[in-house]
């Protein structure tokens, strides 16, 4: 698990350094077809125009039925950037490591494994603070999962932010 924290710092900071609008930020999820409860990690980074790259690792605790942890990359395209609110579809790959897989039987349960997601989510822009909500399938275990959180835009607070008219400045 260091090993992978290390690597989501490593990937964040040698992209975040040359953008103006990236964030950090933090999720819980619900995950439909466990009921398992997770929380996460995640960066925000700008690439090109509307699209945008999110690494990210999640954890699901031990009192769930299924522990295990993802870290991956998520990329979404913003397409209603709209009065501060922005809805995004987004395509993610992890890679999952299944913690308790021997408690299960079958050829599905195994501790590696590596899964697709694709969704849809929503943001709201509230200077360097924006609130999210993500629903999403998976579909490597065929299952639904939502993420809800906050990203904190460090441009945006110590910055001029995009969100504030120019002549206000």
């Not at 599905?108 to 999210?132: D, H, Q, W």
């Not at 990203?151 to 400045?169: E, N, Q, T």
Request: with cysteine.
């Amino acid at each position: 698990m260091k090993f992978i924290v290390f690597l989501f710092v490593f990937l964040f900071a040698g992209f975040a350094y040359s953008q103006d609008h990236w964030a950090l930020g933090a999720n819980v999820n619900y995950d439909f077809q466990t009921n398992g409860i997770g929380a996460g990690l995640r960066a925000y980074i700008p690439v090109k125009g509307q699209l945008a790259i999110s690494p990210q690792v999640s954890y699901f605790f031990p009192f769930n039925a299924i522990t295990e942890y993802y870290a991956g990359m998520a990329v979404q395209y913003d397409l209603l950037p709209k009065r501060n609110w922005t809805i995004y579809p987004l395509v993610a790959a992890y890679y999952n490591r299944w913690i308790n897989y021997s408690d299960y039987i079958g050829s599905v349960a195994k501790p590696n494994n590596f899964s697709e997601e694709a969704g849809l989510g929503m943001m709201k822009g509230y200077g360097c603070i924006r609130p999210f909500a993500e629903a999403r399938y998976d579909f490597k275990w065929a299952e639904f999962n939502v993420q809800a959180g906050l990203l904190f835009f460090f441009g945006d607070c110590f910055g001029r932010s995009v969100d504030v008219c120019p002549a206000y400045f």
